[in-house]
């Protein structure tokens, strides 16, 4: 099935540069991200069941109801210490992957926008297990969880697409949504469909292009490193393996092709959480409590990248 964001077949694995900079950023950095993730367990652990979409229970001191939705830092009873929403005035942009409802819009989404360097399809189907359980469906699932863990932290969070909408949004608006929040990081959530026996998560970063308008100069830095942040963050949480299809082994792919990444203005990473159509990957994509840790490791990512 064509797929938007999955990897162009035959490309060289890519392993000298990204094994080098990934080793000596974990050799850096490995006693401070054992901190914030020490931290960051004991302050997210009453949530780590939650369902999609919930918010945090009201613990037995929080007064009085919380207006869905806007859940003020401080409200749940879980992040009420000083210094316990270290997001405040923080704004992340998650982007969920495909959209429930581009299956039944196949002319409106198969129309070209232009992506700056070239012009490419307004959004894809995205991929499914063989049990149908849609990429779309898995994206907002993972996207509804990571919303609660952030808002937990204090940040402000914007969502794409929330299934309420006919299909897309088309990918050049994806970029624009987080251009126009002035989002401090944006994670587009997505699962792959390669090929069986192809396992395991890689992050996506912008490569360098300039065309149109696309001009990823001033996010290509930033992007790396939180895509670095998500990619350590998301291994520990989940326990899964860097890719081993893709990236040589780092968990880290960088591509020029992919709209949503050129158009950025600010900085953005794909996360591929794994691999749909292989079997083993399904059991994981498909188990609630794994996609809850998928969320939790990229908020930690999320978080590290932005107290960095
Ligand atoms: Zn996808």
Redesign the pocket.
Known sequence: MH????PPAARPPRRSKPVRVLALTLAVSASTALAGWLVWGAMSGPAKNAAPGARPAPGPTAPGPTAPGHTAPGSSGVTASPGAAPLAGRTVVIDP??NPGNFAHPREINRLVDIGTNRKECD?T??STDSGYT?AAF?LDVSHRLRVLLREQGATVVLTQDADRPYGPCIDERARIGNTAGADAVVSV????SAVGNRGFHVILPALVKGGAADTARIAGPSRSLGENIARAFARATGSAPANYVGGGTGLDVRKDLGGLNLSTVPKVFI?CGNMRDPKDVALLTDAAWRQKAAQGIAVGVRTYLRG
């Not at 997505?190 to 469909?193: I, L, N």
């Open positions: 797929h938007d964001d999955s992957g495909h894809t995205g991929t990429e994206t997505h699962a792959d469909g591929e």
